[in-house]
């Protein structure tokens, strides 16, 4: 049988809540296809991402596997990997099933059988999952809030132009870039120019890849460039220097 085999390590390892690594879901996946004889083609992952559906390429890698028809099972360490919500985990096991693929879990065999018993298992289990990350979301969402009430950053991964530097948000030289798209929509010009136009003048993304105007109108978008983020009571601190007027 071939199979792919699906690691995620969630947002919360970042604050040490997420105890399964990368290292030890793929030893874990690998060493199980060597066992059971399975012919493991690769192993998708999606590192640092939250267990919804959003922004999961790894996921979406593995579905495009599967569209494929020759792959018929997808190996993961924990069934929490794949999902910490509930319905979210019960609704990708269907639809898996609809498409004739097993899932297997390397550390809970047999808990995505049909009988009723194992249902019942799995659904008690995926209800602890759902549990806890819905505390560790208030925990983090509370320390969150702690910082920008002393007046740091607290808004996440920082947008193109900025940095974090001793808990607070600062400027970067790729603030020219941000600077330069608001210029030129105040020019009038529309998403698909501002998108080519950065292109043909050099601007990087801030990942290297390439712009487009769905790319231009997040930024534009982003109230951080404005100033505009406040986090907690309307007394609360935590603004920081925008970009633009």
């Not at 995620?8 to 690594?21: H, I, L, N």
């Not at 020019?187 to 501002?194: F, K, P, R």
């Amino acid at each position: 049988m071939k199979a792919i085999g699906y690691i995620r390590v969630s947002t919360e390892a970042q604050a040490g809540e997420d105890r399964y690594g990368p290292d030890v879901q793929r030893d874990a996946i690998r060493k199980y296809a060597s066992a059971e004889g399975v012919d493991l083609a690769r192993i998708c992952e999606d590192l640092g991402v939250s267990g919804g559906l959003e922004h999961r390429p790894g996921l979406a890698a593995v579905y495009e596997a599967l569209d494929a028809g020759d792959v018929g099972a997808v190996i993961v360490y924990r069934l929490d990997r794949l999902a910490r919500d509930l319905r979210l985990q019960e609704n990708i096991l269907f639809d898996l099933r609809k498409k004739g693929v097993e899932l297997i879990s390397v550390s809970e065999p047999d808990l995505c059988s049909a009988e009723p018993e194992r249902v019942l298992l799995r659904q008690v289990l995926g209800s602890f999952a759902e549990y806890e990350r819905r505390v560790i979301t208030l925990r983090l969402a509370a320390g969150r809030y702690r910082k920008a009430d002393t007046g740091g950053y607290a808004g996440g991964e920082p947008p193109l132009g900025y940095a974090t530097h001793g808990g607070a948000l600062v400027v970067t030289g790729d603030a020219d870039t941000v600077r330069r798209i608001f210029a030129l929509r105040t020019e009038g010009a529309t998403l698909a120019v501002i998108a080519a136009t950065l292109i043909r003048e050099g601007y990087p993304t801030k990942r290297g890849g390439t712009w487009a105007p769905a790319t231009v109108k997040r930024i534009l978008d982003n109230p951080k460039y404005h100033g505009a983020i406040r986090y907690g009571t309307a007394g609360a601190k935590g603004i920081h220097t925008p970009l633009v007027e």
